[in-house]
């Protein structure tokens, strides 16, 4: 087997695949490096009540879990995935501009949720193009992909300055330009023809298989998507508590840019980590961490106690998403590596929106007390990985050797 060829020219691929495909992760992620910090501040900006932002957040969450499967058939049985993508794109600009004219929960309850319905598509259909790009012509998926990482980092610290001189009112005008960017980003896609395998995201419409109806997948699944769902208030309500607390715009762009960077951070060593931890010490450890990072979110640390707290996140998330990963490689068979995805992918989409609808009570009624909501939902994501531990067949519970590692 040869080297992966990360940004370098493989015989039968389209002309700069990895390039373009780098180019295309930046503009789903600049859009999320501005929405998900900051349009809960333009929702308060309309004097939106702490309930009905959390609604405004979770519906379109509940709403995006059984579009993006439709969206991934489409794109699977059409010639060309793109054809999808840039339908995705246009559509989630239209109703970024149309936003520029509601008002009242309502009007904006609707279009925001049917914004994440044709937004939906976007990342899991270029992840699925560059996927056909690691198999077909051996690139690197990891160098393509720290370019949306990096892109999630500097419209974060852009969006953060800007909202700093103009408050929460620049955050759709912003959104909007990254959509535009979405445009682009689906008219330079590399064109590959059909797919030779379903998108993750089509394949949550299929029945689940038998390996992925055994005890110690469905457990894992569920407990790590939990602890995923415990960062649904850090999403919707802290850029609105730390600005409270008299956070420069700056200041919580850096914040939210530490979680990332750590995150990309531990991605760079994932290999290491994998040949040296067993990976379901690494899930309950992963999932310990986030028990106790919401248990100390609301001693109010200050800035240097919540930068190591958004740190965290290279354990709370990072860690967790390496581990079931790799285990689903182990535990699944490679026709079924679709399936698998699709249903970590509800798993998550289901826990977020529920964890998301119920931080908006939480935090209109506790304040930033709210987060202990989160650790008890992380808490229960660390039961249901401890019972998948202790159900697994031995044999995949024993440290990898180097030969399996990475």
């Given amino acids: 087997m040869t080297a992966p060829s990360g940004f370098t020219v493989s015989a039968g691929a389209p002309p700069f695949f990895a390039a373009r495909i780098a180019l295309v992760f930046c503009a789903p992620m600049m ?4 929405a998900l910090p900051f349009f809960p501040l333009w929702l308060e900006t309309l004097s939106m009540s702490d309930f009905q932002i959390g609604i405004v957040l979770a519906v379109p969450m509940f709403v995006r879990v059984f579009t993006a499967p439709v969206a991934g058939m489409a794109a699977d049985r059409l010639g060309e995935r793109s054809i ?3 339908w995705s794109g246009i559509l989630s600009l239209l109703t970024g501009l149309a936003l520029f004219g509601a008002s009242g929960f309502w009007p904006i309850l609707l279009l925001y949720t049917l914004q994440g319905a044709v937004y939906s598509p976007y990342v899991p259909i270029t992840d699925a193009i560059a996927l056909s790009g690691v198999r077909r012509w051996n690139f690197d998926y990891g160098r393509m992909r720290l370019w949306g990482s990096l892109a999630f ?12 001189l103009h408050g929460g009112a620049i955050v759709l ?3 909007v330009a990254a959509f535009a960017l979405t445009v682009l980003g689906a008219l330079i896609v590399p064109k590959i023809g059909k797919p030779r395998r379903p998108s993750p995201i089509a ?10 109806r055994q005890r110690d997948v469905q457990l894992m699944l569920i407990g790590v998507s939990l602890v995923n769902a415990s960062h649904a208030m850090l999403y919707a309500f802290s850029v609105i508590y730390w600005q409270k607390m008299g956070f420069s715009g700056t200041a919580i762009g850096i914040l939210w840019s530490a ?27 992963g999932s310990l961490v986030a028990v106790g990072r919401w248990l100390a979110f609301p001693l109010e640390t200050g800035f240097a106690g919540y930068f190591v707290l958004q740190c965290l996140h290279a354990f709370t998330f990072a860690i967790l998403h390496i581990s ?3 285990r689903l490689v182990e535990r699944v068979a490679e026709e079924q590596e679709a399936a698998a995805q699709g249903l970590y992918f509800f798993y998550t989409g289901i826990f ?12 209109n009624w506790y304040g930033v007390h709210g987060f202990y909501l989160m650790s008890a939902i992380a808490a229960a994501g660390l039961v249901f990985v401890v019972a998948g531990r202790f159900v697994a067949p031995q044999a995949a519970v024993q440290p990898q050797s180097a030969a399996s590692g990475g």
């Fill in 31 to 34: 859009v999320n490096g501005i």
């Fill in 84 to 86: 999808v993508l840039l």
């Fill in 153 to 164: 980092i500097l419209a974060t610290m852009i969006g953060g300055w800007l909202a700093g």
């Fill in 173 to 175: 005008p912003t959104m």
């Fill in 203 to 212: 394949a949550i419409a299929a029945a689940p298989a038998a390996t992925l």
């Fill in 259 to 285: 979680g990332v960077l750590a995150e990309v951070i531990l991605f760079v060593f994932a290999i290491r980590l994998r040949r040296r931890f067993n990976l379901w010490s690494m899930m309950i450890f």
């Fill in 324 to 326: 079931v990963q790799s």
């Fill in 352 to 363: 977020m929106a529920v964890a998301t609808f119920l931080s908006g009570y939480a935090f």
